[in-house]
């Protein structure tokens, strides 16, 4: 197999072994997605058979008659979705203390039923316009919650407690963890007085927050619940572009969530009961394409499926007309008029495909330019294949005269393969390939690499998870050794091992970056695997694998984000000025520092007067998460230090996202200054600096209004030709 972009190329041979190589530039083509005017009065053709797993948003219970109500149910319905995620919510339903009106309710249900739809019912909102809090308010929601669940227990038997608890706006007046601990610990006791069978979703928060979700469980009276539900929206910037790793990030989000509930013991199943991306043509809406979307869509449901996830309830079938500004009625993946986006093609096509299927292992190493997921049961298999960045081609050993390759839209074509080889040019939109022999592309998911959240450091060693397969019908003798290109060391613990027929087994690995690897560069990995049976006969594996190594950022904070200046009218910029205020004055100043480890400020926000300079390791997707290290903070700001290291003197292109605004020094002269309230994504903005040649001093500063807080500062080259 060989894949591409641009010019780095990596080739996979019948035995899986990884070959670098050259391949000259491929030239992009341009790609016009035109939407057809569709009429109001579609019939959505039924299809079978339902994918059990996908669920989304309906809005059954907000429709605005019984025939738009008929109609997302009938749209639901011909995709293949058989779960809706249906609002109960406790300030439309009570019209005195422990008196209700169902009516509402009673008209979605009924649709429900009548086309087959199970219902994930969210119990939210209050009638005394903020979170329950006292002993009163509590047993009112306790009230409530076991009407709604003794009215509805013969149709509903999955309840989920709140939604995104961990933002203001649905919690009001501020997030309170231990708040909402207490009514969950209600809500799921009085759910389960009216129907013991019933299960109960606790959490349900914005982001894998785990740190408002450690606060629940610590809490005095740590509440029970059943199943876990987040919301782990990610931009499609963050998924695909700018060497993002998103089947790593989601696993590795994935295994810390999991870690998180087993310290408690609470090993619980794990529901994604919102999760999408809006068509918003706004600046600052955070849309995406209408095809982008589409790509999207299929995109996280697979990844979603990859990680162990339950059920992905997708955001949203339908949202009813908006301003093109609002980017919340843009995520629905029907139009205003019931047509449906390409998004709604590409689930269709998904859940037609992957139905009853389960996730067998990728086929390619994780930090390749393509992408590749096996899907199977007895039956059958097919396999999702996409480009990560423009195109990439891809040469797989398939084992078949021929394929049937379906796009998004349901389109599909033979593609004949001579020598037994799929060659095929991927681009950024998924397609699903079926007909190929199972066990030589099995095999090609015998070696799997899960990388860690933390990057590894220079001189410093670093765990790595590895997992070896079986897929023959044979008991197999394995042995597994590792190699850094860098001149930097690996362990293989263990390195050698027996496996029966289909059984895998977890691998620690421990690297060391070399000299030849600097900070913000990546280590390469090289791993072979060899399996062989007890006839002596033998296969490979091999696979390279791209390490990041930690930039190597200091951070320190946070310090004060105040209300505006009396020189500073409010309407120019927003109300705070934290961005403003040089709370380094004590060592020089702002663009004078050079911090090193350890190095203190005076003024610091909480107990601690102190502010000290600290590593911190990025994620992933090379993200200075602040929240992560000084918790949930309101109104603060905090500054990030690193040195930037190049070989010669030149100009690079400098990408920056932030949450909320942001100010840049390089070599002690300020490059870039956004003050801005926003949510962060990779490439929000650009500037182009020079370097020198050596060392290149480089500090941020961030400030934070309300939840998110942190920053992208990624260093791109420039090409020939100014790109």
Not at 179 to 184: D, E, G, I, M
């Amino acid at each position: 197999m060989t894949a591409r972009n641009g010019e780095d190329a990596f080739v996979v041979d019948s035995s899986g072994t990884v070959i670098p190589g050259k391949i000259p530039l491929f030239i992009p083509l341009l790609i016009l997605f035109l939407l057809p005017t569709i009429p109001q009065n579609i019939l959505f053709a039924q299809t079978d058979p339902r994918m059990e797993s996908v669920g989304i948003l309906m809005g059954l219970e907000k429709a605005e008659s019984a025939g738009a109500r008929e109609r997302l149910a009938q749209a639901a319905v011909s995709a293949g979705i058989y779960w809706s995620r249906q609002s109960f919510e406790w300030r439309v339903a009570e019209t005195a203390p422990h008196a209700y009106d169902w009516a509402h309710f009673d008209t979605a249900m009924e649709v429900a039923e009548r086309f087959g739809i199970q219902v994930l019912g969210l119990i939210t909102t209050t009638p005394f316009g903020h979170a329950p809090a006292s002993e009163e308010e509590l047993d009112r929601f306790a009230h409530f919650v076991r009407s709604v669940v003794e009215r509805y227990r013969d149709r509903v038997h999955f309840w989920e407690i709140w939604n995104e608890p961990n933002l203001g706006m649905f919690w009001g007046p501020g997030v309170d963890p231990l708040a909402y601990a207490a009514a969950l610990r209600v809500g799921y006791g009085a759910a389960k007085e009216a129907d013991p069978s019933c299960r109960v979703l606790g959490m349900c928060t914005l982001g894998m927050d785990t740190y408002f979700i450690r606060k629940v469980l610590e809490s005095p009276a740590a509440p029970p619940f059943d199943i876990l539900s987040v919301h782990p929206y990610r931009d499609l910037r963050e998924i695909d572009l700018c060497n993002d790793r998103p089947d790593i990030t989601m696993r590795e989000d994935m295994r810390v969530l999991r870690n998180l509930l087993r310290e408690f013991g609470r090993d619980v199943p794990i529901w994604f009961t919102e999760m999408g991306r809006n068509t918003s043509l706004a600046t600052e809406g955070e849309g995406i394409s209408l095809a982008a979307q589409a790509a999207y869509t299929v995109k996280m449901h697979v990844m979603a499926a990859m990680t162990g996830v339950e059920k992905l309830f997708q955001y949203e079938l339908y949202a009813p007309p908006a301003a093109a500004d609002n980017k919340e009625y843009h995520y629905g993946i029907l139009h205003s008029d019931y047509s449906p986006k390409p998004a709604y093609e590409a689930l269709r096509t998904m859940t037609a495909k992957l139905a009853d299927l389960r996730y067998e292992g990728s086929v390619l190493a994780e930090d390749s330019f393509a992408r590749g997921y096996l899907f199977g049961n007895d039956e059958r298999v097919v396999l999702v294949l996409w480009a990560v960045k423009d195109q990439a081609e891809i040469l797989l050993p398939v084992d078949s005269k021929s394929v049937a390759v379906t796009d998004l839209e349901g389109r599909q074509r033979t593609v004949t393969t001579p020598d037994g080889v799929l060659a095929v040019e991927l681009t950024e939109s998924p397609i699903f390939v079926e007909g190929f022999n199972r066990k030589a592309v099995r095999e090609l998911c015998e070696l799997s690499v899960a990388l860690p959240w933390r990057q590894c450091r220079i001189r410093e060693w670093s765990s790595v998870e590895c997992a070896v397969g079986n897929s023959s019908a044979e008991f197999a003798r394995w042995s597994l050794r590792g190699r850094m290109c860098d001149g930097g060391r690996v362990n293989v613990s263990p390195d050698h091992g027996y496996l029966e027929s289909g059984k895998a087994e977890t691998v620690a690995l421990s690297i060391r970056p070399g000299s030849r690897t600097k900070p913000g560069d990546s280590a390469k990995l090289d791993l072979i695997l060899s399996l062989t049976n007890d006839r002596m006969e033998s296969r490979m594996v091999r696979k390279m694998v791209h390490i990041p190594v930690d930039p190597g950022w200091l951070i320190c904070g946070p310090f004060p984000n105040p209300g505006p200046e009396g020189s500073r009218p409010t309407s120019v910029v927003p109300t705070d000025t934290g961005l403003f205020i040089d709370h380094l004055a004590d060592a020089g100043g702002e663009a004078v520092i050079e911090p090193v480890e350890g190095q203190s400020h005076p003024g610091a926000l909480g107990e601690n007067p102190m502010a000290t300079w600290k590593p911190h390791p990025l994620d992933q997707r090379g993200f200075i998460d602040f929240r992560h290290s000084f918790g949930v903070r309101r109104n603060a700001t905090a500054y990030a230090y690193r040195v930037i290291h190049s070989p010669d003197e030149r100009f690079v292109r400098m990408r920056i996202g932030s949450d909320d605004g942001i100010r840049i020094w390089l070599n002690h002269r300020e490059v870039f200054q956004k003050h801005v309230h926003r949510e962060a994504h990779i490439h929000q903005d650009e500037v182009i600096v020079p370097l020198k040649k050596g060392r290149n001093p480089c500090l941020i500063k961030v400030d934070q209004g309300g939840w998110g807080w942190g920053a992208y500062v990624q260093i791109e080259e420039i090409e020939p030709d100014g790109r």
